[in-house]
């Protein structure tokens, strides 16, 4: 080899270890780049689990709140219901009573 041989021949290898470091680094910036993504979507996922959770604490909280309306709804049903019913009595009751001192009060004119 001569001397301008092995000039070119050390500039070849000096351009591709420039190159493959000039690819190293840019593979490193890209594991680099994931590495971020990766810790945002980690951080994301964390996020939203916890969202998560405190729905679903939400929801039975509601659902447990549902369950107590409807039993008092129910009850407030019944308890009108046995309102009505001895209103109703009492309203025949009087309907009778008011009959009976009619009667007796024109039976005795």
């Known amino acids: 080899m001569t001397f301008p041989n092995i000039l070119n021949y050390t500039e070849r290898q000096l351009n591709t ?3 493959m470091k000039l690819g190293n680094d ?3 910036n890209k594991f680099d780049d ?9 951080e994301l996922c964390q996020a939203l689990q916890d969202e998560n959770s405190e729905l679903g604490s939400k929801i039975k909280d509601l659902e447990t709140d549902l369950a107590k309306k409807n039993v008092t709804e129910k ?10 019913s ?8 009087l309907d ?5 001192v009619s009667s007796e009060h024109q039976s005795g004119l």
Do not use: H
């Open 26 to 28: 840019v593979i490193k």
């Open 75 to 84: 009850l407030n049903v019944e308890q009108e219901a046995l309102i009505q």
């Open 34 to 42: 994931i590495d971020i993504k990766v810790d945002f979507l980690i």
């Open 86 to 93: 001895k209103i109703d009595g009492l309203l025949t009751k």
């Open 96 to 100: 009778s009573f008011s009959n009976n």
């Open 17 to 19: 270890y420039e190159t």
